[in-house]
């Protein structure tokens, strides 16, 4: 199908694409890579008023690294995160989450701020935020303001974000040297979305387990931290034993829904099985 | 009818213009405004990927994108990837490869696998496979377009061995 009717604004700056939301009161839109929101218009299950377009800011696509954070601008694309070479040193999660990212041709348009602000929650970004306890900033006519990632994401498709707030900057802390790390995920062709993902990350010291992160995409209507499994290789160390029982633990926390895609039974199944094979990865253990 | 914008953009290296609604599909733009039918429209929601186009040097999906946000870009459809009369490399291999059949999803597979072949110039199948996940194609099972995405890759190669490159 096309798109309904709207009003179409490419401001230049923050500032007017804030002035324009502020003049539709909630019911315009912001278009950010538009890899979701055009699908939804064109099926017009979205019938904004107007489209405020962020493509021509330029101000708002950047990488850098500041306060021991990695910062990127709302409006840079997925495929630009894919071959920083800040990524890969720093946040090497997110570079491995990326290629699960859609397609090629998906992360060329889609962007960072567009994929936490959508909060889908069997996208991978949701996921790797969360894991990495980041958190984005927003600005409104009322000035900026930090939000974190657990404070973020509410429910399906939905966010704390006001509708004349965006979303300008996702900030993630540079993971800990050595810290293995692993994106699984499991979707019926590459490129999908998750049936469930899993992000995971764990920072050995000898044989205890310093940190453990777990988050499961896809798994519950927000990105769903798995502390209850997280804190068991922490007690218990990396053992064979504990990552069996953390997967096993991690698949009684979620509480997925059905759909046309798998039952909730078969999402916990794999919440297990992904778990593990994450684990073991992030260890440098070979898959089994 | 809301307003008319007007976008200006270069296809295939030739500049072009038309007048549109803002919320006009750049693939509507490109077949109807332009005449390029070469660039197929398939589920029109992002995910068959037959209207795969190169839009500033990376592959995009022109049903996914409004026309007017293609304004002041520069476009390579399929009608483009012929040089000087002679198929582009990749076009070649489908052919010698059985990398088509219906044609449908073609365009699509090609500037996607052109996009592919000029960031991961020798790809291996896996990677040719996770690269044209991207396009669907319901006729040839796959195998001969990673068959011709691999071939395309090693005669790219070779011509870039005979310039020295």
Redesign the interface.
Same mark, same amino acid.
Do not use: F, N
């Given at each position: 199908m096309k798109p309904p009717q709207f009003d179409y604004h490419a401001p230049t700056s923050v500032e007017q694409a804030l002035e324009l939301l502020g003049r539709y009161g909630g019911d315009a839109k912001v278009l950010a890579g538009g890899q979701s929101l055009m699908p939804l218009l064109n099926f017009r299950l979205s019938r904004p008023a107007a489209l405020v377009d962020l493509n021509r800011i330029p101000s708002l696509a950047y990488v850098r690294e500041q306060d021991g954070q990695v910062r990127f601008g709302a409006m840079t694309r997925q495929r630009t995160i894919e071959f920083s070479p800040v990524v890969r040193e720093r946040l090497p999660l997110l570079r491995e989450a990326t290629r699960w990212v859609g397609h090629l041709p998906i992360r060329t348009r889609g962007t960072i701020g567009g994929s936490i602000a959508h909060a889908d929650p069997s996208a991978e970004y949701p996921a790797v935020l969360t894991a990495l306890e980041g958190e984005v900033v927003a600005r409104s006519p009322r000035g900026a303001r930090i939000v974190k990632a657990t404070d973020l994401f509410q429910t399906y498709l939905t966010t704390s974000l006001a509708p004349d707030e965006i979303l300008v900057e996702v900030r993630m802390p540079a993971m800990p040297a050595g810290a293995g790390y692993a994106f699984e995920e499991f979707a019926r062709r590459h490129g999908d979305f998750a049936i469930v993902g899993i992000a995971a990350v764990v920072v050995k010291d000898g044989a205890r387990c310093a940190l453990a992160r777990l988050v499961a995409a896809g798994a519950g209507p927000v990105p769903t931290r798995l502390r209850a499994a997280e804190e068991i290789l922490e007690h218990e160390g990396l053992t064979d034993a504990a990552i069996e029982a953390a997967s096993r633990r991690a698949s009684e926390i979620v509480s997925p829904d059905a759909d046309i895609h798998a039952s909730a039974d078969y999402r916990r199944h794999l919440t297990a099985v992904l778990t593990k094979r994450a684990l073991r990865r992030a260890l440098g253990v070979t898959r089994v | &009818?809301?307003d008319l $914008?007007t976008v200006r953009l270069r296809v295939n290296g030739t500049a072009r213009e038309g007048r549109c @609604?803002? #919320?006009?599909?750049l693939v509507?733009f490109l077949r109807e405004d332009l005449g390029l039918t070469g660039t197929h429209i398939g589920c @029109?929601? *992002?995910i068959c *990927?037959a209207c %795969?186009i190169v839009?500033n040097g @990376? !592959? !995009?999906?022109s049903?996914? &994108?409004?026309a $007017?946000?293609a304004d002041g870009s520069e476009i390579l459809t399929v009608e483009g990837l012929m040089e000087h009369g002679k198929l582009h490399p990749l076009q070649e291999a489908f052919r010698e490869h059985h990398g088509l059949q219906c044609g449908f999803c073609t365009p699509g597979m090609l500037l %996607?696998a052109l996009?592919?072949l000029k %960031?991961n110039p020798s790809p291996t199948e896996a990677e040719v #496979? @996770? *690269?044209i996940? !991207?396009v669907l194609c319901r006729c040839t099972g796959y195998q001969g377009i990673v068959n011709a995405v691999q071939a395309a890759a090693r005669t790219l190669a070779a011509a870039r061995a005979d310039r020295g490159a």
């Open positions: - | &009818m809301s $914008v @609604e803002p #919320r006009k599909l509507d @029109e929601h *992002g *990927g %795969t839009l @990376e !592959a !995009a999906r049903c996914i &994108m409004l $007017v946000q %996607t996009d592919l %960031t #496979r @996770e *690269g996940s !991207a």
